[in-house]
């Protein structure tokens, strides 16, 4: 009884230290509809609500419907559906599509947090899911953002969710910061989808140097304990290699706790107190550490989901004027490899980017990671070249199962 009781009273103490909101912008997934298994108003998440552009989200649905035709389709009908779809999306920016009777939109959903009076962002509450046993391991396996969950607007809310939702139905953008048509979608919205279903919580890392703001330095996570995995692998492994404490080349055992031999003094102590402060993660539920001037904080992330008539939300659109090239080269040196590993790359592209002319034809999802991941690897052509090679032969022996 005791147990249930905090459960219900801790979110009004929460809501009481945290008073007012801090709003980041838009995220994008997929929900799908099946007349057959989800009744009623009911949709389900298929891709994570944790994307930044509509096109990710596109991108990761033909993957999805890619890889069902490829490992899971019974029939030649049913594997020509699926792939018709795929083409669809590679060509179009649909924001939704019938596959096999199975209704699919891309969704969005808006990101904010929860602030004290200071401009604190809420930490995680002592409800929030934790795992009995932390598991600190890297190649851990964790639970993934959204995995399984039902959207259903008519399902049973405590007193202090519906309140929640209803002070919350009004939102919308305000200010001179944003562009016109923004603020026009925005208020739109509230009048074309009156209501708001809250999604579950979710985590990620923030941090901030001096009394600067406070600004994301990872991507959501299922739980709290999963930020502060992902917190203790960056102070300890990624931040030393990006300080050039140690060789990007060195082991992958070696980090801030066991560093390489011939560590100068100097090097040694800013690694310690690296170490020292992802040690600090380790004890206990720690979500907040500093280590060479700047704090790093476990946030609790909120999403709500807009819901008119006809279900969830779908991008808006002024959405399109962020859903295309995110990262342009600005060294043309870095271009001129790109267009060495792909010719018929006629400009920067990124996995946001929506399907683009290419000799007359769609710009394809693997051809735009493919380009990507050649990208990240180096500027060096062997290497460009050898993963180009290496997933354009992936692609074609996949394609040729598929025939």
């Given at each position: 009884?005791?147990?249930?009781w905090?459960?219900?009273t ?10 007012a ?11 799908a509809?099946?007349?057959d298994?989800?009744?009623?108003r009911?949709w ?11 096109q990710q989200?596109r ?13 899971q389709?019974?029939t030649?009908?049913?594997r ?13 920016s649909?924001?939704e ?27 995680p509450?002592?409800?929030?899911p ?5 598991d ?11 995995d399984?969950?039902?959207l259903?607007p008519d399902a049973?809310l ?12 009004p939102?919308a ?13 925005s ?5 074309s ?7 579950s919580?979710a985590f ?13 330095g990872?991507?959501?996570q299922?739980?709290?304990h999963?930020a502060r995995r ?6 300890t ?18 980090d801030a706790?066991?560093p ?5 003094d100097?090097a ?7 170490a020292?402060?992802?040690?600090r ?10 280590a ?19 279900g ?15 990262h ?6 870095t271009?001129?490899?790109?267009r ?5 790359l ?8 929506p399907?683009?002319?290419r ?9 735009r ?5 050649a ?13 180009w090679?290496g997933?354009?032969?992936a692609?074609?022996c996949?394609?040729q199962?598929?025939?």
């Amino acid at each position: 009884m005791g147990v249930s009781w905090y459960a219900l009273t801790e979110p009004v103490s929460a809501s009481q230290r945290h008073s007012a909101l801090a709003v980041r912008g838009p995220l994008f997934g997929v929900a799908a509809q099946d007349g057959d298994r989800d009744g009623g108003r009911r949709w389900r998440v298929v891709v994570e609500v944790t994307h930044g552009c509509p096109q990710q989200a596109r991108d990761v649905l033909n993957s999805q419907l890619w890889f069902r035709a490829k490992d899971q389709a019974k029939t030649r009908q049913e594997r020509r559906a699926l792939l018709a779809a795929v083409a669809r999306l590679e060509k179009e920016s649909v924001d939704e599509l019938t596959v096999l009777g199975v209704r699919y939109r891309v969704v969005r959903a808006e990101e904010y947090a929860a602030v004290d009076e200071h401009g604190g962002i809420e930490t995680p509450r002592p409800t929030d899911p934790e795992p009995l046993t932390p598991d600190w391991s890297p190649g851990a396996r964790s639970p993934r953002v959204d995995d399984g969950l039902v959207l259903d607007p008519d399902a049973p809310l405590s007193p202090l969710q519906a309140a929640e939702r209803v002070a919350l139905r009004p939102l919308a953008y305000s200010g001179t910061s944003f562009p016109g048509p923004v603020l026009a979608d925005s208020a739109r919205a509230v009048e074309s989808h009156p209501d708001v279903l809250l999604m579950s919580a979710a985590f990620l890392i923030v941090e901030r140097s001096g009394n600067g703001p406070w600004s994301p330095g990872s991507g959501l996570q299922a739980t709290a304990h999963d930020a502060r995995r992902t917190l203790d692998f960056a102070l300890t492994w990624m931040e030393p290699r990006t300080r050039g404490l140690i060789p990007y080349d060195a082991d992958n055992t070696v980090d801030a706790r066991r560093p390489p031999t011939g560590t100068t003094d100097a090097a040694a102590a800013e690694l310690r107190e690296l170490a020292e402060a992802a040690d600090r993660l380790r004890a206990g539920r720690c979500d907040q550490v500093e280590a060479h001037g700047t704090v790093y904080r476990i946030a609790r992330s909120r999403r709500l989901l807009r819901w008119g008539p006809d279900g969830p939300e779908s991008p808006r659109l002024s959405a399109t004027a962020s859903s295309g090239v995110w990262h342009r080269f600005r060294d043309e040196s870095t271009l001129s490899d790109a267009r060495r590993v792909a010719p018929w790359l006629t400009r920067a592209v990124s996995p946001c980017a929506p399907p683009t002319a290419r000799d007359g034809g769609p710009l394809g999802y693997f051809e735009r990671v493919q380009i990507w991941l050649a990208l990240r690897i180096g500027r060096a052509q062997s290497d460009c070249l050898e993963v180009w090679g290496g997933l354009a032969w992936a692609d074609s022996c996949a394609a040729q199962s598929l025939s």
